[in-house]
């Protein structure tokens, strides 16, 4: 149990609009100016090496990646091992029923992430993901 000068461990202290404030990134990155992070696509789409641009409006954080479009079970009613062969192809990847969950139309096309958020960072590099462990 947590004291009340105490906080969790993803919790930050930071400072935004001249107060301290705690902030918990729930799908989202820290994006100072120069910090570099990753940005991850889907099971079989590009990843992002990035430096943050220091955007204060959105209190200096980025995207963690692109989103789901549609839930586990939808992803699981609407595709098969088939449509996961096909969109993974070129990737090293568990490519049976227990992961169509994951299945790249499950989520928004990364870039089209990258690119609503180029005033929170600069690409320095693309990944092409050959490798994918899930499961």
Do not use: W
């Not at 705690?22 to 120069?34: E, F, H, I």
């Not at 169509?100 to 499950?106: L, T």
Request: one cysteine or more; hydrophobic letters at 35%; charged letters at 25%.
């Amino acid at each position: 149990m947590l004291g009340t000068n105490q906080f969790k461990i993803c919790d930050q202290k930071e400072e935004h609009y001249g107060e301290e404030v705690m902030v918990t990134r729930k799908g989202a990155v820290s994006a100072k100016l120069g910090q570099y992070g990753i940005i991850p696509g889907s099971m079989g789409a590009k990843s992002f090496i990035v430096r943050g641009l220091g955007n204060q409006e959105s209190f200096c954080s980025c995207s963690h990646g692109a989103g789901r479009v549609m839930s586990r079970a939808e992803a699981k009613r609407r595709f098969t091992v088939e449509d996961q062969i096909v969109q993974t192809e070129g990737v090293e990847c568990r490519k049976d029923a227990a992961v169509i969950d994951e299945i790249p139309s499950a989520y928004k096309p990364i870039e089209d992430v990258m690119k609503a958020q180029q005033d929170l960072v600069e690409v320095v590099y693309t990944l092409r993901q050959v490798v994918c462990v899930k499961g």
